[in-house]
């Protein structure tokens, strides 16, 4: 492929478009207002839309509102492009992202490895089967109890966030073992949807600044360190990263620091972890990370960098998490109230910030649609929000949706399969809604809805 057709593809990213066939059903998709929904969505009669061959109207109506769909063949697709594209990498998805024991039994069965910023994530994975070696362990704030659980469960990886990490950890690694780590660099690159999920510049909470010299202090400490054993160096530069630019420039600045290392401590690290951060199309016409280009972009400026600075090239891993999880799920919720001020109509839903916190957190904008009846009411820009008692309980801000929209009808969020749930709270006591997952016209249960019950159980004081 020349490098004026890698541009193209970067300029004009198309999804999952690589064969005819594919990129005609893209096609179709778009002129259905379908282009960030599962590849699997599918409109039907009267006004309804399938995702996995289920109808989202009937799994509304089984399960309740608010609920999440999450499409299996979608995130097992996802899964698959990122090995196709990485033949020689590790691929590991951030737990974070979301996290139930189906999903990760559904990545490792796709031979992805596991990131965990946690005891309480790691528990989970290990305890349904996930093998403890292919999971790597975050985390800027390590708790005791989230290094000792990663040391007794046999973490592949840990990676080191702090200097006082060094020692805490060496100190309590088992003797006659070493723990392999990584160091997370600060690379001194600003990349990233929005101010607050930034993480490679150096004026903020995560890693070890490349700029100031700590990241090569800490290297020295680990390899200091005879219970702990340094097998490369980490970068998360941040999310929601739609260009492949600055992760190129991520490679570069890496691939000097390794250089370095060598030339200081004559020691060649074997593994460079690039994080993840891909961006997702939420609205129709956003642009999203092409995995395939980033693939061709970042292995030429590693492979090149290594050449010239004569090093072997490090094994690297990738950990994407929204690009995995995010558009395989869709929110659907029932329309509670619709009121007109002067200047909006609002429409109220049975969720909100409590299952979606991030347009308050983020400023995000989805894409709802009415689903489950025809409409052929003339749209008009409402403002989708929630139930929750506040007024920055917001959706979707300014979205166009049928001007007959009432209570009782149902609206589907597109792309919500990550950060929703797993950043889910407990606000008003509604409960968190449960997840559904979709294949091949089957729905099943993957998580409950939350009860009263199992919030009032938490409640122990009188
Ligand atoms: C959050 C995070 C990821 C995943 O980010 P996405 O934007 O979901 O791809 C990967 N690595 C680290 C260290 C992270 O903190």
Sequence with gaps: MSIQELSAQELHPAPGTDSPGEAAHADARDAEGLSVWPRSARPEPHGDVSVGGVSLAEAADRFGTPVYVLDEHEVRERCRTYRTAFPDADIVYAAKAFLCRAMAHW??????????????????????????????MHGNAKSPEDLRTALRLGVGRIVVDSTSEIARLAAITPAGTRQPVMVRVVPGIAAGGHAKVRTGTDDQKFGLSLTDG????????????????????????GSQVAAVKPYVAAVRRMVGLLARIRDQHGIALPQLNIGGGHAIAYRPGEEHLNISVLAGRVRAELEDGCARAGLPVPRLTLEPGRAIVGPAGVAVYRVLAVKRTGAHTFV??????????????????????????????????????????????????????????????????????????????GYNLVGRPPVVA??????????RRESLDDMSRRDVGL
């Design 438 to 447: 979709v294949s091949d016209g089957i729905a099943r249960v993957l998580v």
């Design 214 to 237: 700590s990241a090569q202090h800490a290297v020295t400490r680990i390899l200091d360190q005879p219970h702990l054993e340094l097998v490369g160096l980490h970068c998360h530069i």
């Design 107 to 136: 990545v490792q069965e796709e031979g992805l490895g596991l990131d965990v910023c946690s005891a309480g994530e790691l528990a989970l994975a290990v305890t349904t089967g996930f093998p403890p070696e292919k999971i790597v």
């Design 348 to 425: 109220a839903v049975d969720g909100g910030m409590s299952d979606n916190p991030r347009p308050a957190l983020y400023g995000v904008r989805y894409a709802p649609r009415l689903i489950g009846r025809p409409s052929s009411a003339p749209p008009r820009l409402v403002t989708v929000v929630g139930r929750h008692c506040e007024a920055g309980d917001i959706l979707a801000d300014e979205v166009a949706l049928p001007g007959d929209v009432h209570p009782g009808d149902l609206l589907a969020v597109p792309a919500a399969g990550a950060y929703h749930l797993s950043m889910a709270s």
